[in-house]
């Protein structure tokens, strides 16, 4: 069954992940979110480090345990808890690419093993046609099929992400989180993972979670942007909105601490400094999570939790969502 553009593929209704660090405390590492996927898009996914963004990630996939809320594939219910049969049964249509291209790699099998495990598993192909899935998709990352009798650490990290990519993709999966895949890569390579994956995406419909820091890379690979804090959702529109007229506080502030590509308007571009205390994600209370570092705040935002509410862009005439009290 092929989903068309427009249809919701994944959705998650006030998803939770909580980590329990004791009898009275637990880290809010997702926190009541409400996100819809269509398919064939990219949602891109930003935040700064330690927002959620990879918890969301690996929890929406059953490879963390949901704490509270639902996900939705195709509209079924996911299990709270996956057991064998439930990864059995969810691979072939969902997968992840790991952030680290190493650590994600067993140093112990070659590249052959690693990438034909996937559908050793979850098929019942011949070892022969296994072997000529290996070498076709060697060749469609970009490596060659002499490749695959190499072990991890022979390659260089841009070639062992083009490995977990490949490793992924074997199955023909439709949704694919993609965990920061360029994070650890040389600004050279990461464009060329960037095109890989664009060109995958066009080639087999897939639709993409895409987690990132760089802002820029994310407005130029997604349709749509969700920004993320200390495990809830602040925004969610339009990349090209998002990037260009961010209305949560916390979006202006990346926004505006993104590197300009231009070394001249950079240089003379004056930063300006998030001030103020990052909120404990322990047992987080109510109040507006980036309260105790906005330069706009008010004591309503102190008391009061803000909910993700639609918010008319007047200049693109498009709807975005926007958790704070200014548009409230």
């Given at each position: 069954?092929?989903?068309?553009?427009?249809?919701?593929?994944?959705?998650?209704?006030?998803?939770?992940?909580?980590?329990?660090?004791?009898?009275?405390?637990?880290?809010?590492?997702?926190?009541?979110?409400?996100?819809?996927?269509?398919?064939?898009?990219?949602?891109?996914?930003?935040?700064?480090?330690?927002?959620?963004?990879?918890?969301?990630?690996?929890?929406?996939?059953?490879?963390?345990?949901?704490?509270?809320?639902?996900?939705?594939?195709?509209?079924?219910?996911?299990?709270?808890?996956?057991?064998?049969?439930?990864?059995?049964?969810?691979?072939?249509?969902?997968?992840?690419?790991?952030?680290?291209?190493?650590?994600?790699?067993?140093?112990?099998?070659?590249?052959?093993?690693?990438?034909?495990e996937?559908?050793?598993?979850?098929?019942?192909?011949?070892?022969?046609?296994?072997?000529?899935?290996?070498?076709?998709?060697?060749?469609?990352?970009?490596?060659?099929?002499?490749?695959?009798?190499r072990?991890?650490?022979?390659?260089?990290g841009?070639?062992?992400?083009?490995?977990?990519?490949?490793?992924?993709?074997?199955?023909?999966?439709?949704?694919?989180?993609?965990?920061?895949?360029?994070?650890?890569l040389?600004?050279?390579?990461?464009?060329?993972?960037?095109?890989?994956?664009?060109?995958?995406?066009?080639?087999?419909?897939?639709?993409?979670?895409?987690?990132?820091?760089?802002?820029?890379?994310?407005?130029?690979?997604?349709?749509r942007?969700?920004?993320?804090?200390?495990?809830?959702?602040?925004?969610i529109?339009?990349?090209?909105?998002?990037?260009?007229?961010?209305?949560?506080?916390?979006?202006?502030?990346?926004?505006?601490?993104?590197?300009?590509?231009?070394?001249?308007?950079?240089?003379?571009?004056?930063?300006?400094?998030?001030?103020?205390?990052?909120?404990?994600?322990?047992?987080?209370?109510?109040?507006?999570?980036?309260?105790?570092?906005?330069?706009?705040?008010?004591?309503?935002?102190?008391?009061?939790?803000?909910?993700l509410?639609?918010?008319?862009?007047?200049?693109?005439?498009?709807?975005?969502?926007?958790?704070?009290?200014?548009?409230?």
């Open positions: 069954m092929t989903a068309t553009l427009g249809d919701v593929l994944l959705e998650t209704r006030h998803l939770k992940r909580y980590f329990r660090l004791d009898k009275h405390r637990q880290v809010h590492a997702v926190d009541d979110v409400c996100l819809s996927i269509q398919a064939n898009e990219i949602l891109g996914l930003v935040g700064e480090s330690g927002s959620g963004k990879s918890t969301f990630g690996k929890t929406v996939l059953g490879l963390h345990d949901k704490t509270a809320g639902e996900v939705l594939y195709r509209g079924e219910v996911l299990p709270a808890r996956y057991r064998s049969a439930d990864f059995q049964r969810f691979a072939r249509s969902m997968q992840m690419i790991f952030q680290d291209p190493y650590s994600s790699l067993n140093p112990r099998m070659t590249a052959g093993e690693i990438i034909a996937g559908l050793r598993l979850h098929s019942d192909a011949k070892p022969r046609a296994v072997r000529e899935e290996v070498a076709r998709w060697l060749r469609q990352v970009g490596l060659s099929p002499d490749h695959a009798s072990y991890p650490h022979e390659f260089s841009g070639q062992r992400q083009r490995i977990g990519i490949a490793r992924a993709m074997i199955v023909e999966p439709e949704f694919v989180v993609c965990d920061e895949p360029i994070s650890a040389d600004v050279s390579v990461q464009a060329q993972v960037i095109n890989l994956l664009s060109e995958l995406k066009r080639e087999y419909g897939l639709t993409l979670l895409f987690i990132a820091h760089d802002l820029s890379m994310v407005r130029y690979v997604s349709d942007m969700a920004v993320m804090y200390l495990g809830a959702l602040a925004e529109g339009p990349a090209d909105d998002v990037f260009f007229r961010p209305m949560h506080p916390y979006t202006q502030m990346l926004v505006a601490s993104n590197p300009e590509p231009d070394p001249i308007t950079e240089r003379q571009r004056s930063a300006e400094p998030i001030h103020g205390e990052i909120t404990s994600p322990v047992n987080i209370g109510p109040g507006c999570r980036f309260a105790g570092r906005c330069p706009k705040v008010m004591d309503h935002c102190r008391h009061t939790t803000p909910e509410l639609p918010v008319r862009d007047l200049t693109s005439d498009a709807t975005r969502q926007v958790a704070c009290h200014l548009y409230g």
